[in-house]
Structure formats: C-alpha cells, structure tokens
C-alpha cells in the first residue's frame, strides 16, 4: 500500500522554520516525505536535510517521493527514533541545527494500513509497534500485564473514565483464552463500556487504544526526553515546530516550552540575580496553530492537531 499522508498545517510549519537555503533542517517524523519535501525545496546546495523515521514503511514512501524532487541540499535519512536525535547529529559530525520539526502521533498510512494492528476499524492482529524491530507490541500489553497496570495506562495515557471497567473486562477475557485481534479487543472495550455512554461521544474504543498505542511506542516518555535536550541541539535563532494530536501530548509541549522560556527564579526582592538561570527559548505561539477551515474540507483526520513553535536564545 502506497504510504498516503497529507500533511497537517504544511504552510504555517514552512513559515515558521523561517528556513535558511544555507541552513540544516531535521524532520523527526519523516512519515511519507510530505512536510520534508517542502523543507528540502527551500533548501540550496549549501543546506542539510535530515530526515528520521522508526517506520520503515515511511522512509521508503520518503525515498520514492524525493527521487521526484530536483535536490540541491544534502540529505540524510535515518531509520531510528527521534529521540536518538543527537546520536545521529554525532554520527554525521553536526554539532546543532536550524530548525527540528516534529509531527507526532500515528499516521494516516499506518492506520490504513490494516494488518499493523494500529485501527479498531480493521480486524488484524494486536500490534501497534510504529518500528517493526521493537520486540513489545500491543499483544505483550494486553495480554501479561496486571489488571492495575492496563487500568492505568488506559486512564492516563487515553484519559477514559471506564479504564477500570476495561482493564477488568480484558484480564476476563484472556483467562479463557488469549487476545489475538483488535477485533476481538474492540468487542471486549464494547462490552464493558455501559450502552447510555456508547451513544455518546467518539468510538468507544478510541481512547483504549491510543493509550495502547501511546504505551507500546513510549511515545511521551520519547517526547519528554527530546524536549529536555531541544536547546543543546538548535542553533541560536534555531526553531523547534511540533505538531501534536492529543491533549496529552499538547500539554507537555505547552509547559517544556514554558518552564524552558522561564529566566531566573530569585525572589522579586532580591537586589540582582543569584541563580544565574538565564532562558533557553522564546515562545514565537503564544496559542496554538490550529488547521484552517479549507484544510479541514480535504482532510479531516487534521481536525484535532495543534501547532507550537519556540525558538533558541
């Protein structure tokens, strides 16, 4: 299956990277190639362009749409997580960059994408490893963690008030026999979902399975580690793009954006500083970037994405 992934908030990323033709651009989540594609456009002989991605899928869907470029840049892609970003910079001895964009989340490929267990809308096997080398996988998850550890993940990590409810009802079912499918998981999440609050709101197996999903791909805990590292990375002026999907994600951008834009934490009455805690970066959104009407008509899947940019003192 072709690797299909319209890129979300495409021009306002372009325009707040705020790329230099000479400078050297990372695209964190290379999906298929749309955003960098853009990147690399703007890019002139002397530019850089990285490109990582733990999907394998996606960086051949990348290769085949750059081949179609005219590239004057020079372009590395990397098969490996965004959070080995600074052991990939070592690797090509690059020592910081001018722009990182990220566009977290699971792609429109990959949910399509029926067999690698990411939809509940498409019977496969339990999956969910966004790199197919990762030895745990949805399956692992379901199937030998404790009742307490599911409930947790599904009511932190998908923010569901029946995460309890769920987590019983799956150590249930795998005591009579093991949990293959998502199919088979969907119909478990039903089952213990009361009918009044299945009327309501989203598919009820959504948010179980983005916390499977969030789990499976340690997708804050990568979040987390890249953002402490963000500014040793960026050059001065350098800025950081990250496209986020769930509030989860959204609201721990929001405060490593904060608490790295903070200067010093003296007390107000102090004659001058002490503690020598000067910021890091600069807010460029106070609010998030969200999708316009006309982008929302073409893809509607872009409906919950928000953008935040901050750049290097």
Not at 11 to 30: H, K, Q, S
């Given at each position: 299956?072709e690797?299909?992934?319209?890129?979300?908030l495409l021009?306002?990323?372009?325009?707040?990277l705020?790329?230099r033709p000479?400078?050297?651009?990372?695209d964190?989540?290379?999906?298929g190639g749309?955003?960098s594609?853009?990147?690399?456009r703007n890019?002139?002989s002397d530019?850089?362009f990285?490109?990582?991605d733990?999907?394998?899928?996606?960086i051949?869907a990348?290769?085949?749409?750059f081949?179609s470029?005219d590239i004057?840049?020079?372009?590395?892609?990397?098969h490996?997580?965004?959070?080995?970003?600074?052991?990939?910079l070592?690797?090509?001895?690059i020592?910081?960059?001018?722009g990182v964009l990220l566009?977290?989340?699971?792609s429109?490929h990959q949910?399509?994408e029926?067999?690698?267990?990411?939809?509940?809308?498409?019977d496969?096997?339990?999956?969910?490893?966004?790199?197919?080398?990762s030895e745990f996988?949805?399956y692992?998850?379901v199937?030998?963690?404790s009742?307490n550890e599911i409930?947790?993940?599904?009511?932190d990590?998908g923010?569901?008030?029946?995460?309890?409810r769920?987590a019983?009802?799956i150590v249930?079912?795998?005591?009579e026999?093991k949990?293959?499918?998502?199919g088979e998981l969907?119909?478990?999440?039903?089952?213990?979902?009361p009918?009044?609050?299945?009327r309501?709101?989203?598919?009820p197996?959504?948010r179980t399975?983005?916390?499977?999903?969030?789990?499976v791909n340690?997708e804050?805990?990568v979040?987390k580690?890249?953002?402490?590292s963000i500014s040793e990375?960026?050059n001065p002026e350098g800025?950081?793009a990250?496209?986020t999907?769930?509030?989860?994600?959204?609201?721990?951008?929001?405060?490593?954006?904060?608490?790295q834009?903070?200067?010093?934490i003296?007390?107000?009455?102090f004659?001058?500083?002490?503690c020598?805690i000067k910021p890091?970066l600069?807010?460029?959104t106070?609010?998030p970037?969200?999708?316009s009407?006309?982008?929302?008509?073409i893809?509607?899947?872009?409906?919950s994405?928000?953008?935040?940019?901050?750049?290097?003192i």
């Amino acid at each position: 299956m072709e690797f299909e992934h319209k890129p979300v908030l495409l021009e306002e990323c372009i325009e707040f990277l705020n790329i230099r033709p000479d400078g050297i651009y990372v695209d964190g989540t290379l999906g298929g190639g749309g955003h960098s594609s853009e990147i690399i456009r703007n890019l002139g002989s002397d530019g850089v362009f990285i490109g990582i991605d733990q999907d394998k899928n996606a960086i051949e869907a990348a290769k085949r749409k750059f081949s179609s470029l005219d590239i004057r840049a020079k372009v590395i892609i990397e098969h490996t997580n965004f959070e080995n970003i600074r052991e990939v910079l070592e690797a090509h001895k690059i020592g910081s960059v001018d722009g990182v964009l990220l566009d977290l989340g699971v792609s429109s490929h990959q949910l399509d994408e029926g067999e690698r267990g990411f939809s509940y809308q498409h019977d496969a096997p339990l999956d969910m490893r966004m790199n197919q080398k990762s030895e745990f996988n949805a399956y692992e998850l379901v199937n030998t963690w404790s009742r307490n550890e599911i409930a947790q993940v599904i009511r932190d990590y998908g923010e569901e008030k029946w995460a309890s409810r769920i987590a019983e009802f799956i150590v249930k079912s795998r005591e009579e026999q093991k949990i293959e499918t998502t199919g088979e998981l969907t119909d478990i999440i039903k089952a213990a979902i009361p009918a009044a609050a299945r009327r309501e709101g989203p598919h009820p197996a959504k948010r179980t399975f983005q916390a499977i999903r969030i789990a499976v791909n340690r997708e804050l805990e990568v979040l987390k580690s890249f953002l402490n590292s963000i500014s040793e990375i960026l050059n001065p002026e350098g800025r950081v793009a990250i496209i986020t999907f769930h509030s989860l994600e959204d609201r721990i951008v929001k405060q490593s954006f904060r608490e790295q834009a903070k200067g010093c934490i003296c007390p107000r009455d102090f004659p001058q500083c002490v503690c020598g805690i000067k910021p890091k970066l600069k807010i460029i959104t106070r609010k998030p970037v969200t999708p316009s009407d006309p982008e929302l008509e073409i893809n509607p899947r872009a409906r919950s994405a928000k953008l935040r940019v901050a750049q290097r003192i």
